[in-house]
Structure formats: structure tokens, C-alpha cells
């Protein structure tokens, strides 16, 4: 039985105002006396809502459960999570797993919360084990752009599942994949699937230094490209300092090889090129950073790590891990307009399967094993599964129109957020790039690693608590990405911002 919500006065008259940026349709349908049901109860034909058109093909798929319940049945969206059988779980699998977990922001420990052990999802709903439904915007930490359990993705894996999982031979869908990426990145001439990001980023690395035949590599505080022992290194004091470990079991002599920079500083760039300019290898960046929240590059960034690369002769690599495919169809370097020499991909490329990808130059990439020296291997790299569900998946985002509506999504996602936190009167930062998103409590523009962690994190747990007791799950700490994907509609952005608002007035009233 779902709790009724009262809906706030002041959040009426808010919504009342926001009619005068809508279209006219919406604002009509929109004029009327708010039903007397929970917030979190509305289906896409209550009176509230209006008729929605929703402009993207599959569009039907993007219905949620909760809102093809028969008979009008309202969604399961608690306001109450009920969590008894996560607590059990959780205990089970801390007793196996370190942590419980198989990757650490999963344990919800940042948020001093139970996690959400999922049971099933479809489109953007994840139903978890206790039975709760929440408004989805994981998406699997990026992958699912599409949304959960997307039919013709699904179909795919299911029909290349049939004539086998995995051959240890090469397959006519590793070139159509290979093709469709050499089409839609401009700069990659050639390509190798590899199973993960990481190992994406730990090849592409090698693949640098083996070509320039050089040793150190710049990356950017607050940076993460994988776990590889080269990548995991933070910046100490300083503009720009020697890499440390940010492991035990990374030896001192491979992190001495990396150096670190804060993120949008080129002067640091410019101060380590002008000391060890000569055995710089490459420089790797997130094109927009999302492992310390989404920050944008700074005008001219990307553009002066390009040309600093060609004056020394180092390799510029984009890890576009998590940009690809998800800030437009030609990733962020056809967002911005950049030309690197190397690309990291994985996410989206495997529709929600483990994969990752690295390319580039075709004089580059020919470096590579068999017909290079530079040896680079893997017993399931461009398995049929992964491939099958990347193809359908690349293929289904070259729909018309579908990075538009993404985009303006995510935009009214993101003005709502701002306005509620106006209305509380909490200092709130959005950062977003495309359908990318996170939430800073803070006074400052978050710009890099050193003011994402200068952001309120006790304010963000409070934040954070309340909206899951709404039943809206976005990334349990302030230091990665949510995501908006092609399944939501416009109701669950509306649902969320109310319940985004409701969760201000919470924390704004025990401040």
C-alpha cells in the first residue's frame, strides 16, 4: 500500500509558474485541480499530466509496468522503502564477497545506506528484491541508454545466444561493429574489441608508449580510467605533482611514470610538458570528467591538450568510456570538435554486456599484434553476445531525433532540479553535459576534483535518503554520474523533479 503525499502549497504555485515555459498543450492540460492521489501514483493519462506525445520510435517500449497496469492501478513508487530482504542479502553476501559487493559504489556506502539489491528492471524502472519500484537513472552506470531491457537489444542477445555464446573464432559481427564505429568516431581508422574499460585504457596505454617509445603519461586528478596500476594515481599538493599511489599494491616505480594535473588547468599541463615534455607518452583524459561528478571541459581545454600533444610529440588519448555514444552519436569528440590520436569505448558499445574497445590512427593502431609488436590478447574479446546487443543498440541510436529528445529531457531535469533548490533556498550546483547529470550541494562552480569534493556531502546523504524513499534511484554518491536514457519519459521527469523538491523542503526543514 503506497503512503499518500501531500503535495506542498508553494510546489503547486511553482508548477503553476512553470506552465509560461511549456508548450501551450502541456500548460492547458496542465490547468487544472491537482487529483487528490500520491505524487508518485500518476499514470501518463491523469489529468495532470495531459496526453503525452512521445516523438521517439519504440517509443512503446518506454511505457513503464507500473504505468500499463490494468485498470489504472497506480505504481509501486514507495515512500516507504521496505528493505528487509537487502538487509538479509547484504549480510549473505558479505560473508562471500569483500564488501558484499563486486564493485565498491554498489555497497551504498557513501550514503550510509542498505544497497539495492535489483530483481528485474524494464525500461526506467528497477524493481529490487523487497518489491520497491524505483525511476531508474543508473542505467547500469551508463550502458543503457536505451533503457532496461530494451526488446530489439534483448532479441539480439537471445537470437546469438542461440547458435552460441562464445567461439574463440572470429565472426562476421565483429566487422560490422568494427565498421559502424569507424563511421561514427572521426577519428578511428581501425579498431580492437577488447571486455572492459579497463582494459580499453590499459591497452591503449601500452599501445602509446610501445609507439612513441616513451615512458610517462599525463592523466587528470580526480580522473579514472580504469583500475589498471598505471591509472590508479592521485595528485598530491600542488599544481602538479609526481604521481603517488592511490592503492596499496601499485608499485612506487609504475606510478612515478604518471604524472597528474588538475582537471581544466593547462597551465599544469604546460608547467609538465616543459619539464619532462620529451618522455611524455600521452596524455589520457576524460573529454567530460564523470568520475568526479560530470565536469565539463573549460573552453579551450581540449583544444590546447591537442595541440601541446602534436608540439611534443605525444599521443592525445580520449576516454570516451563513458561519453561514447551517450553526449551524441559521434561521441564528445564530435561534440567539441577534437581529433585525437587514440579512443577509449565500452558502455553503451555493449548494449549492457561487459566490452570495451580501443582505436584510432590506422599507422597507430598497426602497432598492434598479429601484424605489430605490441601484444594485446583476450580469450572473449568481441564475443557474439556483446557484440549482437552493441550493434542493435548503436544501431537504434541513429533514430532521428533521439539525442534531441535526450537532451531536452535531461535539460528539464536539470531546470527543475535548479528552481527547486532556488524554492528551498540550498546552494545546489547541476552539472550536466547531454543526458549526464549530477548534483553538487555547494556554494562554488564544481570545475575539477578539488571543488566536487568541496561540495556538502552530509547535506547529499540526507538529499539522497529522501529521494530513495520516494522511489527515485540516481548514483548514491555526488562523485559519479546519473543518466537520463531514451525510456524516460516525460512523466518520470516530472515525477522526479517533484520528488527532487519534496526532498529539499526535508532537509531544508531539519537544517
Excluded at 600533444?309 to 570538435?337: C, N, P, W
Excluded at 548534483?439 to 570545475?447: D, I, K, L, T
Aim: include cysteine; charged fraction near 20%.
Amino acid at each position: 500500500m503506497i503512503n499518500e503525499i501531500d503535495f506542498d502549497i508553494s510546489f503547486r504555485k511553482e508548477l503553476n509558474n512553470r506552465m509560461d515555459h511549456r508548450p501551450k498543450a502541456e500548460a492547458e492540460a496542465m490547468d487544472v485541480e491537482l487529483p487528490e492521489i500520491p505524487m508518485l501514483a500518476l499514470t501518463p493519462r491523469d489529468a495532470f499530466y495531459g496526453e503525452v506525445e512521445l516523438s521517439v520510435k519504440h517509443q512503446s517500449h518506454y511505457r513503464n509496468e507500473g504505468d500499463l497496469a490494468k485498470g489504472g492501478a497506480s505504481m509501486h513508487l514507495s515512500t516507504k522503502r521496505k528493505d528487509s530482504c537487502s538487509i538479509a542479502a547484504f549480510e549473505r553476501a558479505k560473508r562471500l564477497i569483500p564488501g558484499g559487493v563486486n564493485s565498491p559504489v554498489r555497497a551504498f556506502s557513501s550514503v550510509d545506506l542498505t544497497p539495492v539489491f535489483a530483481a528485474r528492471a524494464q525500461g526506467a524502472r528497477v524493481f529490487d528484491i523487497d518489491g520497491n519500484e524505483f525511476i531508474d537513472y543508473i542505467g547500469s552506470w551508463g550502458p543503457l541508454i536505451l533503457g532496461h531491457a530494451h526488446p530489439e537489444v534483448v532479441e539480439a542477445i537471445r537470437e546469438a545466444a542461440s547458435r552460441g555464446t562464445s567461439f574463440g573464432l572470429s565472426t562476421e559481427i565483429e566487422i560490422k561493429m568494427a565498421e559502424w564505429i569507424c563511421r561514427s568516431m572521426p577519428s578511428i581508422e581501425m579498431v580492437r574489441m577488447v571486455n572492459s574499460g579497463t582494459e580499453a585504457s590499459m591497452s591503449a596505454l601500452r599501445l602509446a608508449r610501445g609507439y612513441t617509445k616513451r615512458q610517462k603519461i599525463v592523466k587528470f586528478q580526480g580522473g579514472y580510467h580504469g583500475h589498471a596500476d598505471a591509472l590508479l594515481i592521485k595528485s598530491g599538493s600542488g599544481a602538479a605533482t609526481l604521481g603517488l599511489p592511490d592503492s596499496p599494491g601499485v608499485p612506487d616505480s609504475v606510478a612515478a611514470h604518471t604524472l597528474t594535473a588538475p582537471y581544466n588547468s593547462m597551465d599544469s599541463v604546460r608547467f609538465l610538458f616543459e619539464q619532462y615534455g620529451e618522455q611524455i607518452a600521452a596524455v589520457i583524459v576524460e573529454p567530460v570528467a564523470g568520475n568526479m561528478g560530470v565536469i565539463p571541459p573549460a573552453p579551450g581545454f581540449l583544444h590546447g591538450l591537442r595541440e601541446i600533444t602534436k608540439q611534443y610529440g605525444s599521443l592525445f588519448i580520449f576516454d570516451e568510456v563513458m561519453t561514447g555514444y551517450r553526449v551524441g552519436f559521434h561521441g564528445a569528440q564530435g561534440l567539441y570538435g577534437i581529433d585525437p590520436d587514440l579512443t577509449c569505448l565500452g558502455k553503451i558499445i555493449g548494449g549492457g554486456l561487459p566490452v570495451g574497445a580501443y582505436g584510432g590512427k590506422r599507422e597507430i593502431m598497426e602497432q598492434v599484434a598479429p601484424v605489430g609488436p605490441i601484444y594485446q590478447a583476450g580469450t572473449l574479446s568481441g564475443n557474439p553476445l556483446a557484440m549482437a546487443a552493441g550493434y542493435t543498440t548503436l544501431r537504434l541510436l541513429e533514430e532521428p531525433g533521439l539525442y534531441e529528445e535526450l537532451d531536452r529531457k535531461t535539460t528539464r531535469l536539470a531546470e527543475g532540479f535548479a528552481q527547486n533548490a532556488k524554492l528551498a533556498g540550498i546552494p545546489l550546483k547541476i552539472n550536466r553535459v547531454g543526458s549526464m547529470f549530477s548534483a553538487f550541494f555547494s556554494e562554488q562552480e564544481v570545475v575539477d576534483y578539488d571543488t566536487a569534493k568541496g561540495s556538502n556531502m552530509q547535506l547529499f546523504k540526507a538529499y539522497y535518503a529522501a529521494m530513495l524513499e520516494h522511489g527515485i534511484l540516481t548514483a548514491p554518491t555526488p562523485y559519479e554520474v546519473s543518466f537520463v536514457s531514451a525510456a524516460h519519459s516525460d512523466e518520470d521527469i516530472e515525477r522526479t523533479i517533484s520528488a527532487h523538491y519534496q526532498a529539499l523542503n526535508k532537509i531544508s526543514n531539519k537544517g
